[in-house]
C-alpha cells in the first residue's frame, strides 16, 4: 500500500461545514471537489468509479482513501498576518469616516436634514466597527506580549483560530469582499481561518497501478491549484495551497509523478507544463453538459500592476449608466496581500453588473407592470438565481431558473482564485485568476422566469460574460495565460 503525506494551508477563509454549517474540513467534501475536476479533465467513469469510489447499484469503495489529521496553526506567524489585516481594515474604516464627515458637512450647509440624518447612521456605524477592530488589535497585541500565558491554554488551537476569524471576518466590511460573500455575510456564516494548516493524508490500496496514482494526483493537482472549496468557491472563498507532498517522508512536491505542486511566479508556464502532464496522464475524453478542461477553459491573470487603469476602465464599461448606488469607485490603493486581491478582483465583478443596461430596465419595468418588447437578461449568464432590487419603488424578484416545476440553481461559469506562491511565509506572494468554464448553461426545456414572466438570455447566451473579458483586456488588466 502506497502512502502519502500533503500539508496543506487554507489561503482564503474556508466556508466548508457539516448539516449544521458548523465549520469543519470534511474528507467528503474534499473527495466531491477532486470528483469534479476529474470528470472536468475528461477522465473516463470507468476510472472514476474505480479510483474515487461509486455508490450506485454495482457500488466500490475506490482505489484511494484520504483523511484530514494534524490541525494546527502557526500562531505568532498568524498574529503578525492578522494584524496586517485588522491595520489594512481600520485605514479603510477612517478613511470612509473622513469622506461621510465632509458629506455630513455639505448636506447641513444645503439644509438637507434628512439627508443627514442618514449619513450620521452611517457614520455611527463605521465608528463602532472602528472600536470593534482596535479592541482585535489590542486581543492580538496582548496574545503576543503574553504568549508564555496563552499559550498554556488547553484549547489553544480553537482560541487562536476564533481570535484570527474575528479579524478576518472585516474584510466583509470591503465591497468587493461583500459582493463577492453577500450570501455569506448575511447568514453570518462562520469559517475556518485562513494560515490554519492540515495534513491530508492519502493511502492507496495495494491493486492501485502508478497510471491510477498519476490520476488521482491529477485531480488533486486541479483541485487545489484552480479550483476552491466549500461555500462560494467560484467566488475566490475556500482556496487551499498544497505546500509540501511526502512520499515515505521524504517531500516530492515539485516532482509529484511529474506533476509540480509549488506555483511558479510564471504562472502561464507553471499551468501549462501541469496541464500538458495532466492531458497525458488522463487520455481525456470530454462529457456530455459539463465544461471540458482542454477545450473549454480559458485563464486570465490579473495584471496587478496595471491597476491604475482602473479608472478608465470603469469610465468606458459604466458609459450612459445612472444610479444612486452605482459602484463606479474601488476603496482600494495597493494589491499586497489575499484580500486585497479578493477585494479588487470582487469590485471588478461589482463595478461592471452594477445598473448594467439592458437588464437594470428591463426588470424594473416588468416589476412596474410595464410592456417590455425583449426580456433579456444578459447577466444571468454570470449563475443563477439572480437578484434585482429597486429601493426608488420598493420592489425586486429574482431571475429562477426552471424546470417544469422545479426551480434550479446554475453555477457561474466565471471562477475566482487566489494563488499563493512562494515557498514560505516571509516570500509569499498572491496572484488573481479569472477561469472561464463554458459548457451547456441550462438543460433542454427549461426556462428563464421572472416575476411570473418568461425572458431569456440573447441570442449569444455568453455576450455579457465575453464583453466583461474583453473589456479587462483592453485596458491590460487581465492576460490571457491558458
Known amino acids: 500500500m502506497k502512502t502519502f503525506e500533503a500539508t496543506c494551508r487554507i489561503v482564503t477563509p474556508l466556508f466548508m461545514g457539516g448539516a449544521f454549517q458548523q465549520p469543519e474540513l470534511r474528507t467528503q467534501s474534499i ?29 466500490n469503495q475506490g482505489l484511494v482513501r484520504i483523511r484530514i489529521e494534524k490541525e494546527k496553526i502557526d500562531i505568532m506567524e498568524q498574529i503578525e498576518e492578522n494584524k496586517k489585516i485588522a491595520i489594512a481594515i ?29 449619513l450620521l447612521k452611517m457614520k455611527n456605524k463605521i465608528e463602532r466597527e472602528i472600536e470593534q477592530v482596535q479592541e482585535n488589535i489590542e486581543k492580538l497585541d496582548l496574545a503576543k506580549n503574553n504568549w508564555e500565558e496563552f499559550s498554556e491554554s488547553e484549547n489553544l488551537l480553537k482560541e487562536s483560530e476564533n481570535l484570527f476569524k474575528e479579524i478576518q471576518k472585516f474584510i466583509f466590511l470591503l465591497e468587493g469582499c461583500g459582493y463577492l460573500g453577500f450570501s455569506l455575510m448575511r447568514n453570518n456564516r462562520d469559517f475556518r481561518a485562513v494560515g490554519l494548516n492540515f495534513n491530508l ?39 487551499i495551497k498544497i505546500e509540501e507532498i511526502r512520499e515515505k517522508g521524504s517531500p516530492i512536491t515539485n516532482n509529484c509523478y511529474g506533476l509540480n505542486f509549488i506555483p511558479s511566479d510564471d504562472l502561464e508556464n507553471w499551468i501549462n507544463f501541469n496541464l500538458n502532464k495532466i492531458k497525458d496522464f488522463i487520455k481525456p475524453n470530454d462529457r456530455q453538459d459539463i465544461p471540458y478542461l482542454f477545450k473549454d477553459f480559458e485563464i ?38 489575499w484580500f486585497e486581491l479578493l477585494d479588487f478582483m470582487g469590485f471588478l465583478l461589482m463595478a461592471y453588473r452594477s445598473y448594467r443596461k439592458p437588464n437594470y430596465d428591463v426588470a424594473k419595468n416588468i416589476l412596474l407592470g410595464g410592456q417590455v418588447n425583449d426580456p433579456t437578461f444578459e447577466r444571468a449568464i454570470f449563475g443563477l438565481p439572480l437578484n434585482f432590487y429597486f429601493s426608488s419603488i420598493n420592489k425586486g424578484d429574482m431571475v429562477h431558473l426552471k424546470l417544469g416545476n422545479e426551480t434550479l440553481r446554475r453555477a457561474s461559469p466565471l471562477m475566482i482564485k487566489i494563488i499563493q506562491t512562494g515557498t514560505n511565509q516571509n516570500e509569499t506572494r498572491h496572484e488573481g485568476l479569472f477561469i472561464i468554464m463554458k459548457s451547456t448553461f441550462m438543460p433542454a426545456n427549461a426556462r428563464l422566469m421572472f416575476s411570473k414572466k418568461e425572458v431569456n438570455l440573447p441570442n449569444n447566451i455568453w455576450q455579457a460574460l465575453d464583453d466583461f473579458i474583453s473589456s479587462l483586456k483592453n485596458k491590460n488588466l487581465i492576460r490571457r495565460i491558458y
Do not use: M
Request: hydrophobic residues 35%; positive net charge; proline residues 1%.
Open 31 to 59: 473527495n466531491g471537489v477532486l470528483r469534479w475536476w476529474f470528470r472536468v479533465a475528461g477522465g473516463s467513469l470507468e476510472d472514476e468509479k474505480r479510483i474515487f469510489g461509486w455508490a450506485g447499484e454495482t457500488s
Open 90 to 118: 481600520l485605514n479603510f474604516l477612517k478613511e470612509e469616516q473622513n469622506k461621510l464627515e465632509k458629506e455630513i458637512e455639505i448636506r447641513e450647509q444645503e439644509g438637507k436634514i434628512k439627508e443627514k440624518n442618514k
Open 201 to 239: 493524508k492519502i493511502c492507496f490500496h495495494p491493486k492501485a497501478t502508478d497510471e491510477d496514482i498519476k490520476k488521482f494526483f491529477s485531480a488533486l493537482w486541479l483541485a487545489f491549484n484552480l479550483g476552491n472549496f466549500g461555500s462560494r468557491a467560484r467566488r475566490g472563498f475556500g482556496a
Open 300 to 337: 486570465y491573470q490579473i495584471q496587478k500592476d496595471n491597476f491604475n487603469a482602473l479608472g478608465d476602465w470603469i469610465k468606458e464599461v459604466q458609459e450612459g449608466r445612472k444610479g444612486r448606488y452605482l459602484k463606479n469607485s474601488w476603496s482600494g490603493n495597493s494589491i499586497n496581500n
